[in-house]
């Protein structure tokens, strides 16, 4: 598969459900539409229980474990469905072609194995089990890890959450993979470190041109580290563009967003405040799902299905019919 | 009457002994004026939670010690005697954690209300269904278990639990670090409102977005010690020392970059 115009990842009308024996399949995300373009990082935003999580899992495909199914919609990834992936497809794909950075860098780590121990296991991944220690001591030097001979021998109870993070990025790494994805991968940790982990994210971006997806709710993050974002609500995308589109939103959920973000506002005024809370998955509304919380709502709003994207993928998107009415904000 | 509503003189904590003597907080001292939000800003393991378990009488300091209104806090074993206790409260970190899974938001806060004010049932609910509809909880979700609940709702329940001894210094330990933006907004608009009503905050956090926005003095930790202290506005356009600028530097989004253009022009 040539690398020229198909993007790397392409999240087509994707429908995440639980089945459940007696009650009815509970949806979790409708619809999700964005692509990943290669070596692109792109951010994925939005409120706790918008989705973002289960979106990464298609993509590294441990929905069905966690008992989620796509209902409809397809993952493409280098043109090839994951929706309908068998494990044994998965076994080729997961820890190979995508990697995969979990959210807790302190429970990510296996307890019981020495760092050495945890990235043979992912070197002998790749099928190539020569040089294996050689090999653990560069991906530890690729993610800035000093002192690598020590830290090979430690258990991840030795060492700091900025450490424990940059080994999980290594083990990600072992088998150069096309895509890489970080769920809130500095969460917990100090700001310091968190710059440090960005850095090296970019830098691995750039020297090995893999694509990154980072997950994260911290928008001023975001804003800085990456090329393209996708922000979600309540189960659905809303608005994709560039980092640049995004500084003037299209969509009135990004525009509140942004606006109660810390950084940018005056030290002791009024911050804005996104109203009510996200609705909770099962008591989604007609229409729009941010209607209730939104100060533009009009009629049509609340009538039939979730608006989809408007505009064509790649260029500026947002889901809100009613962006004429955004000037009011 | 004592200069200081809240004061830290000289204040050490030490744990365990020998080799594996850990000195979390070296010799600091602090001062808190009544109404006054101040912050103490810091990375894990510089010893800021520890301060701030000191200041709240949860850990007796193994040397110095800590001032209410000119009295000192901790007699012996027990912390904060009489009617000083209320007035200092504290809201955790977790806010799952530090709520009782079994009892409805609503229930948490009347419990505290009823210790505190040794009230009737009925009167201690209405109290709390008060600070919790002051907090941004309507009677809908106020009798709400904390499972049901948003992590910046269980937040908010924290706090109006907190509020219910009539605190005069709220003592809150990295309070918006586990919510998400929008409920941060939330919770940070509450607090300033707190503050216009005279009540003093000591904000503990690692973010200096939350600590530029809410406090007016800052102290910064580093291994225990206090590196740099002074005007937060001043330390946050002018840092001293190599160890703030480079917290500033680190902060994702604007308030970073201009940080770092500094610290690579030096």
Known sequence: MSASNTPLIQVRDVVIGIPHKRRPTLTIVNKANFDINYGEMVGIVGESGSGKTMICRTMIGTLERRGGKILSGDVLFEGESLARASESDWKKLRGKSIGYVPQSALAGPNPVLTIEAQLAEALRNTGDTKNIKSRSKELLELVKIRRVDTVLKQYPYQLSGGMRQRVMIACALATSPKLLIADEPTTGLDVTVQSQIMDLLKEIRSTMGTAIVLISHDLAL???????????????????????????????????????????????????????????????????????????????????????????????????????????? | MADFLLEAKN????????????????????????????????????????????????????????????????????????????????????????????????????????????????????????????????????????????GGQRQRVSVARALSASPTVLLADEPTS???????????????????????????????????????????????????????????????????????????????????QKLNKS
């Open chain 1, 222 to 329: 975001i804003d800085e580290v990456c090329d393209r974002v996708v922000v979600m609500h309540a189960g659905a995308t809303v608005e994709v563009g560039s980092v640049k589109e995004l500084v003037k939103p299209r969509h009135p959920y990004t525009i509140a967003l942004n606006s109660s973000r810390i950084d940018i506002a005056q030290p002791g005024s009024e911050l804005v405040t996104i109203k009510g809370n996200a609705p909770s998955v099962g008591e989604w509304n007609p229409g729009c799902r941010f209607a209730d919380r939104c100060s533009i709502v009009q009629a049509d709003c609340r009538t039939g299905e979730h608006p989809e994207l408007i505009g064509a993928s790649g260029t500026h998107q947002t889901a809100c019919i009613h962006t004429e009415l955004l000037e009011r904000i």
């Open chain 2, 11 to 150: 204040v050490s904590v030490t744990f365990g002994s020998g080799s594996t003597k850990v000195e979390a907080v070296k010799n600091v001292s602090l001062t808190l004026r009544a109404g006054e939000p101040i912050g103490i800003v810091g990375e894990s393991g510089s010893g800021k939670s520890t301060l701030a378990r000191v200041l709240a009488g949860l850990q007796v300091p193994t040397e110095g010690e800590i001032l209410f209104n000119g009295e000192s806090v901790y007699k012996g074993s027990k912390a904060y005697t009489g009617e000083a206790r209320r007035q200092v409260q504290m809201v955790f970190q977790d806010p799952y954690g530090s709520l009782n899974p079994q009892l409805t938001g609503l229930n948490a806060v009347a419990e505290a209300v009823r210790i505190h004010d040794k009230t009737s049932k009925e009167l201690s609910e209405e109290r709390a269904l008060q600070l919790l509809r002051r907090m941004g909880i309507a009677e809908l979700d106020a009798i709400k278990k904390p499972r049901q609940l948003s």
């Open chain 2, 178 to 260: 586990a919510i998400d933006q929008s409920a941060q907004a939330q919770l940070l608009n509450l607090f300033r409102g707190l503050l216009d009503e005279g009540l003093a905050i000591v904000l503990v956090s690692h973010d200096l977005g939350v600590i530029r926005y809410l406090t007016k003095r800052v102290y910064v930790m580093k291994d225990g010690v206090f590196v740099e202290s002074g005007v937060t506005e001043e330390i946050f356009n002018d840092p001293r020392e190599e160890y703030t600028k480079l917290l500033l530097a680190s902060i994702p989004g604007d308030l970073g970059v201009a940080a770092r």
